[in-house]
């Protein structure tokens, strides 16, 4: 029995350790990529946000970052009218609330960096 405990333990922090090698591997490895991808991101201007303002191409953003959901509006489990009046514009009340005073589920949160395309530029 103190066999198997011991090859338990051995087995259990071997898969730990395998996977926040993995985790920090895939992260880039250091400080230094997400400073990078920091300034290479884009800048969206609040004109070029109110060109996206159909189903079609709707792009809308959140706390100052510019999201496409063009291929999620679909998906969304509200009727697309509930999204589509958003788009091409500032959301950040409407995501936060959703219309109603009850904020999105940290599953929607988790949704949100797959559909990212910049940073919404700051007003002139």
């Not at 990529?33 to 609040?46: G, N, Y």
């Not at 679909?74 to 009340?93: D, K, L, N, Q, S």
């Not at 109603?100 to 589920?105: L, N």
């Amino acid at each position: 029995m103190k066999r198997f405990m011991f090859a338990a333990f051995v087995a259990f922090w071997s898969s730990v350790l395998s996977i926040w090698a993995y985790a920090a591997l895939a992260a880039g490895g250091g400080d230094a990529a997400p400073a990078d991808a920091a300034e290479a991101e884009r800048t969206v201007s609040l004109e070029e946000l109110a060109r996206h303002a159909t189903p079609e191409d709707c792009w809308m953003a959140i706390d100052g970052v510019v999201y496409d959901f063009t291929d999620y509006l679909p998906r969304h489990p509200a009727p697309p009218v509930v999204m589509t009046t958003w788009c091409g514009r500032e959301a950040t009340e409407a995501y936060d609330t959703k219309g109603y005073g009850r904020p999105h589920s940290p599953a929607a949160d988790a949704l949100l960096p797959a559909y990212r395309v910049g940073r919404l530029a700051d007003d002139p």
